[in-house]
């Protein structure tokens, strides 16, 4: 961590600039509500945000609290209904990225939002699919942005809520999900991208002053490590004072 | 029993009645529980739930509906679970009298493997496999919108959720409404729902406190948070109920007595 930001702003920063300009992305709430947020307003201004709860071409000024605020329909270009927006614009192919988070994760990127412990007699119920399993399965490309420690980075998921690359390979190619798949992971330690055969997720950029052995340490699998590691540009001053503006905003709105 | 509202329009104040009434053994449906269900499942009115995303929006988890989930309190509670697609597919599905709603989904997930109800079929000119969810077909679906006129007219905008697919998908449809007004003026792609598939409306100004309505107010996200630390603990949750829910006249006393609480 530097003294300039923490590793939490480095996360959003590093997860806003997988964003291109244009692209249509369905936003999952929290960390990647922000990332695309600070990506609309830095690098993408045109960055077409779609929230699960129906607006279409969202601006929020401040962050939403839960996916369908006020702010979102209010900003939005249009705002479909919930059938609507799962059959014709995502199941529909209209979704260049899906945006999610997760509670766990896999080597091949397969999430769990579901449960810890066994389904049927839960150590800790988690809220559960939500949209992740289409998001997953129909955007052609996913991101995903969450927190890199041996309690999310597991060996092996308790539920398989989402599918990534499955058990790897061409495993997803060969049961016929829509999509690419996932083609970043964004935590507070780096970036990780899946092999291009085996699809395993591999380090591939560290943020600045994180260690490899600290990226290993913080994962439940062996770690594969790019024989080609990059270090991820530090935060410009202008990332870093949109995202604190914005969380300062959406501070002072939501109170409490 | 249906009471639908994604984030938006969420029918509080029916809630809080049926709370009121001490009606049990319900089976609910709501693709999200938020944080009414989370009072229906601790007041103990719940036996069944069908859901697709179960936590605090923003917030956490809803920790009623885990305490029923994981150790059975005040009840065991069934649950059923879905995704949202799956969801939507299925009210679709009941409002167009289908036995089933279809879609591509739950491929690769868990969730088929727990849910009876997940099916695949062959679609009959590809040979596609697809996921077949069976339609959702409410006995009551309950929703609030912003408008009614005299003659039982519903108009509802912003984030519309899923409640129109509810109300034609329910054998009875009963809607709380912002205001009764004269006229709607609706455009003519509103959402309206006609009096004669509603079977009764009621006017609740702030009936959906605290979450929202657009155009007469704002989601109350400071009191969202604040339910944290109210559904955590059992007698905490209890104490809020008999105060807040069997302590007051009306949902407007409700509404005051919560943001007379937060001012403090």
């Keep these: 961590m530097s003294e300039h930001y923490t590793s939490d702003e480095m996360m959003t920063i590093a997860a806003a600039r997988m964003l291109r300009n244009g692209a249509v992305c369905f936003v999952g709430i929290g960390l990647p509500s922000a990332a695309a947020n600070v990506a609309r307003l830095t690098h993408a201004p045109d960055v077409v945000l779609i929230y699960e709860s129906g607006p279409i071409a969202a601006k929020p000024s401040v962050l939403p609290l839960s996916i369908g605020d006020g702010e979102l329909s209010e900003t939005a270009e249009t705002v479909v209904s919930i059938p609507e927006m799962f059959a014709y614009w995502l199941q529909g192919g209209r979704i260049d990225f899906g945006f999610l988070g997760a509670a766990q994760i896999d080597r091949f990127a397969n999430i769990n939002t579901t449960v810890i412990g066994d389904y049927r007699k839960p150590k800790t119920r988690l809220p559960g699919a939500g949209g992740a399993p289409e998001i997953a399965a129909c955007s052609k490309q996913v991101l995903i942005t969450l927190r890199q420690n041996k309690r999310a980075f597991v060996q092996k998921l308790d539920f398989v809520t989402s599918g990534g690359y499955f058990d790897g390979g061409d495993a997803r190619k060969r049961m016929g999900l829509a999509g690419k798949g996932p083609i970043g992971v964004i935590t507070d330690l780096g970036i990780l991208t899946p092999d291009t055969e085996t699809k395993e997720l591999t380090l591939t950029s560290l943020h600045p002053d994180v260690t490899v052995e600290k990226a290993i340490d913080a994962t439940g699998w062996p770690l594969k490590v790019s024989p080609r590691l990059a270090t991820t540009a530090a935060p410009t001053e202008v990332e870093l004072s949109v995202l604190r503006d914005l969380n300062q905003r959406t501070a002072h709105e939501h109170g409490g | ?264």
């Excluded at chain 2, 719940?46 to 920790?63: C, T, Y």
């Design chain 2, 1 to 264: 029993m249906a009471l639908e509202g994604f984030t938006h329009l969420i029918p509080f104040a029916a809630g809080h009645e049926i709370i009121r009434q001490k009606r049990r053994n319900l089976s609910v449906i709501r693709m999200t529980p938020d944080l009414i269900y989370d009072q229906l499942i601790g007041a103990g009115c719940v036996s069944k739930l069908q859901f697709s995303w179960g936590g605090n929006p923003g917030v956490g988890s809803l920790h009623r509906m885990r305490d029923a989930v994981e150790n059975g309190w005040p009840g065991s509670l069934e649950i059923v679970e879905h995704s949202h697609a799956g969801m939507a597919a299925a009210y679709a599905a009941g409002a167009s009298n289908l036995p089933f709603g279809m879609l591509r989904g739950y491929v690769g997930s868990d969730l088929p493997n727990y849910n009876p109800q997940i099916k695949f079929i062959d679609c009959p000119f590809t040979g596609e496999h697809l996921a077949a969810i069976p339609a959702i077909r409410p006995d009551v679906t309950i929703v609030h919108a912003q408008k009614a006129d005299h003659r039982g007219n519903v108009l509802m905008w912003g984030v519309v959720g899923v409640q129109k697919e509810a109300v034609l998908a329910a054998k009875r449809a009963i809607v709380t409404v912002e205001e009764i007004v004269t006229s709607l003026n609706a455009p003519p792609n509103a959402v309206v729902l006609p009096s004669w598939v509603v079977t009764a409306v009621c006017e609740v100004k702030g009936g959906a406190f605290p979450s929202y309505a657009q155009g007469y107010y704002s989601r109350n996200n400071a009191f969202y948070k604040t339910w944290d630390a109210i559904a955590r603990e059992r007698d905490v949750f209890q104490d809020w109920i008999e105060r807040y829910v069997f302590g007051v006249k009306d949902f407007a006393e409700f509404r005051r007595a919560v943001e007379a609480a937060a001012s403090v």
